[in-house]
C-alpha cells in the first residue's frame, strides 16, 4: 500500500492497476472503508483479514472496480443510484455492456474467469447529495458521465484530493465504449473535476498523480481529438466501420478479449464519426463514410 495521507492509503493490487484491475481506496478512519474492490481477490482476502472493513463503496459498476464485492458481503456495499439496478447482476451488466446474445455470454465468461467477479448485490446508493463523514476524512460524490452513466468521482475537501478513478490520466486517454457512454458528457466531466484544482489527483488505474495537475487534464482529454484526427486519416479514400475496426485507431490491436475489444472499438469509433459528421468533417455514402475535403 502507498500512504496518500495520515488515514488514506492507495492500495496498489494485481496488474500494477491495468485493467482488468484497478487500485482500490483503503481509510482507516472513525470508519474503515474500502473504494473499489478490483485489485485481485488474492489482494482483497489478505485485506479483508487484517482489516475489518466497516462498509464498501464502489466509484461506479465497471468489474474491474467492483469485482470483489462478494468478498465484503454481509457489509454494507454502497454503488452510484444511476447503476444500482444493474450492479452485481452479472446478466444485466453483459446486457448493459456489451450487447444480449452470445457477445454478453462471452463478456461473464471473461470477467467471472480473470477477475474472479460473483453475483452480489449492493446494499445502498448514493448520489450527489450524499456526503461520506468517516472521523476527519470527508468524501463529497462527484457524478461525472461519459465514461458510464454511472461514473462518480470523490473529492476530499481537506487534503484537496481528487479520486478520479477512470478519469485516470493514462496515455491511453478518457474511455467511451458502451452505448450509454458519451464523448460530449467525457468533455465535460473532465473540466468540471479540473475546474477543482485539486492538490492530488489519485487515479483509478495510473495511481497518485501530483505536479502539473491542470497540464495533465488537458493532455487527457486531447486523446480524444488525437482518435478524430487518426480517423480522419484513415477516411482519405473512404472506409466502412469494419474496416475502421481492423485499422484499430484507438486500441491499436486487440492483444486479448478479441470479441470485446473489437465491440468497445466499434462503438468508441462510431461516436467519433457521430461527432465529425456534426462537425461537417465527415460525410456517409452508404456504409462508407469519408473525410470532407475542406
Not at 26 to 49: F, N, P, S, W
Not at 64 to 71: F, I, K, M, R, Y
Not at 277 to 293: A, Q, T
Request: net charge neutral; proline share 5%; charged share 30%.
Amino acid at each position: 500500500m502507498r500512504e496518500v495521507t495520515d488515514n488514506i492509503y492507495l492500495v496498489k493490487g494485481k496488474g500494477g492497476g491495468r485493467f482488468p484491475y484497478s487500485f482500490s481506496i483503503l481509510i482507516l478512519d472513525e470508519v474503515k472503508v474500502l473504494i473499489d474492490t478490483g485489485c485481485g481477490v488474492d489482494v482483497l482476502r489478505k485485506l479483508r483479514k487484517k482489516y475489518d472493513v466497516d462498509l464498501v463503496i464502489n466509484s461506479h459498476t465497471h468489474p474491474d472496480h467492483s469485482a470483489g464485492n462478494w468478498l465484503f458481503k454481509g457489509k454494507p456495499i454502497y454503488v452510484p443510484e444511476e447503476g444500482f439496478p444493474t450492479s452485481g447482476d452479472l446478466k444485466a451488466l453483459s446486457e448493459r455492456f456489451t450487447e444480449p446474445g452470445w457477445l454478453a455470454e462471452y463478456w461473464i465468461g471473461f470477467v467471472t474467469k480473470v477477475m474472479g467477479i460473483k453475483n452480489c448485490r449492493p446494499t445502498e446508493s448514493y448520489n450527489e447529495k450524499t456526503v461520506f463523514k468517516f472521523g476527519d476524512t470527508v468524501l463529497l460524490p462527484i457524478h461525472t458521465p461519459g465514461h458510464t452513466r454511472d461514473h462518480y468521482c470523490f473529492y476530499e475537501p481537506n487534503e484537496r484530493i481528487l479520486f478520479s478513478f477512470d478519469y485516470d490520466l493514462t496515455s491511453f486517454g478518457p474511455w467511451y465504449g458502451h452505448r450509454e457512454s458519451s464523448i460530449e458528457e467525457t468533455r465535460r466531466s473532465i473540466e468540471r473535476i479540473k475546474s477543482l484544482r485539486p492538490r492530488i489527483v489519485v487515479s483509478g488505474h495510473r495511481g497518485v498523480v501530483v505536479g502539473d495537475l491542470e497540464a495533465e487534464f488537458d493532455a487527457f482529454q486531447m486523446k480524444i481529438d488525437e482518435r478524430s484526427e487518426r480517423i480522419l486519416r484513415l477516411l482519405g479514400r473512404g472506409r466502412s466501420i469494419e474496416q475502421l475496426v481492423d485499422a484499430a485507431p484507438i486500441y491499436g490491436g486487440f492483444p486479448y478479449a478479441e470479441p470485446l475489444l473489437r465491440y468497445w472499438e466499434k462503438v468508441m469509433i462510431e461516436k467519433h464519426l457521430e461527432e465529425l459528421e456534426r462537425k461537417g468533417k465527415v460525410k456517409r455514402e452508404g456504409e462508407v463514410y469519408f473525410r470532407v475535403e475542406t
